[in-house]
DNA sequence: CGGGCCCTTGAGTGTCCTCAAGTTATGTGG
DNA sequence: CCACATAACTTGAGGACACTCAAGGGCCCG
């Protein structure tokens, strides 16, 4: 696998991404350290574990997780292409959640040093890094809203819609479908619901044509009517940055 | 009320917060714009807005909450002094959520603009900031987790493990009792559990000698004990940066 | 053809919710 | 000083939503 340069990005002119300009892609490329590829149900970074290492999706899904000290496991979020990983190690010193690929995936790596580095040298980089560290502030808000507030079927719509328009801001599938290779279990995770319950809520939503997520494809025929029933507005995501 | 110079922040060499150097005060404080004192009840700032404004707590309580559609609230956090409000909207250009003031407090005021001065000057403090920002979003997964995964009486003794080991690390009250001036419906709201459910589930835990709640002050005979009722680790919290 | 993983469906149970009433504490005006 | 109003806390009863347990079906792979 040759490793691509800053400069082939495929995640440049991607739908949601601000890209970058010629001399800051020169800078990142710098910053790179190498590539990454890893299959199905690797863990890419361990809760409590100080990885050295900060990835940026470049293509696959994964997880992030949290595991309670009896078992119970808690799904922090969907991990898609653009996603950065490690941030909290990178600052903190220590992630707080296992980051796990359910397809295979690529990834581009950057050593934590270099974020040194990128504070001094680059304060619109370090600026864009508070930017996602914000954004997935936001992100979790709203899921802590979610789990406290919305009923069974709400949260289900919710998380749908989310995912939905995400993977369709990423240019993934059609208009109305989009590839999704989770399992139920997994959004029940999400979700904070028992499998069996994810599974006749799913029911549920098909039968009223609301969506319809079978054999690996997510199809919302009607956003506006979905988002209606998660009690949410199936706002169009912001542009962001990214690296 | 007369402005304090950064030089005297009361927040310094208080407990859990990493000091600044003489030069970084005085950075501070050329950064700082005034002081806010506030009443309880008052808005400091509103969900959808673009405030100007950024402030850090020196002095008193309030709370973080988001609103559905229909009204329900969902509470997303405890305001103490040493917090930073208002990082989002100074980021990403619009907050997310809506903070208010619980008690009366007292507020540093920092103008938005100057953070791009800050990650320009200032690399340590801008990593600083992104410190916060992480340290954020890491509590909200762990909220995420505990209103994903525990039951009701968890729930609760985790709420009470996390909020009585911050209010003591700021050196408020006692070793066994600390102040807390909330109402159990805000309480309920944070956890995603109705008043009623929550008031039952306080008296279990009285009953049980290992938290008592009642007339604005919570006292924890036995940290351990509680925490162990909460499934988690009453791990003391790192100390961290401010401003 | 057997085994494993995931999805599906049914039945019974329990946690947590809503509704409702009552108590306590605090503040206001007569 | 007392009547009244308000806000928060408390307690009881009945019901709904989501959980667990259980069993069966589809699919892939060895």
Redesign the pocket.
Known sequence: MKMISCHDCPLHDCGPFIPHSEEEKTFLNGFKAGEMSVEPGTQILLEGSNAPQIYTVLEGMGLREKTLEDGRRQVINFVLPGDLLGLQAGIMGEMQHTVEAVTRMRLCVFRRESLWTLFRNRPELAFDLTWIAAAEEHFLGETVATLGQR???ERVAWALVKIFLRLRGLEKGTKEAVPLPY???DLADAL?????????T??RLRAKRLADW?AGTLRVPDVAALAEVAMTDPEALPRRPFL
Chains 1, 2 share one sequence.
């Open positions: 009923g069974g079927i399992r139920q279990q904070g619901l028992s499998l069996v319950h994810t599974n006749k799913l029911s079978s």
